[in-house]
């Protein structure tokens, strides 16, 4: 099911089954959540970039794909993993 989001997938690595996708509001200095809500793969792929990450969205169509690359950067606050890509979403 995952290779129709993203055909160079080979491997599952790891599974969450729940999670929520947060945005940093730098305005209200704050996370504000967003629609999308699921289960996360984290995955190896045969094409570059080699690792991958998707939220299969529950709560719509829109997925969140995230490729691992040098320019990911994540930072563990338990109980969140904050990620900012080169959009620098977090």
Known sequence: ALQRHDPYIN???????QVALY???HRANEREKT??????FVY????????GFIIMNRLS???RTEPITK?????????FLLYRNARYFI
């Not at 491997?11 to 089954?17: F, H, L, P």
């Not at 629609?35 to 996360?40: A, F, H, N, S, Y």
């Open 11 to 17: 491997r599952i690595v790891d599974v969450a089954s």
């Open 23 to 25: 945005t940093f509001g």
């Open 35 to 40: 629609d999308v809500e699921g289960t996360l």
């Open 44 to 51: 190896t792929r045969s094409a570059s970039p080699k690792h």
């Open 61 to 63: 169509m829109e997925n």
């Open 71 to 79: 320019d990911l950067d994540f930072q563990l606050q338990d109980p």
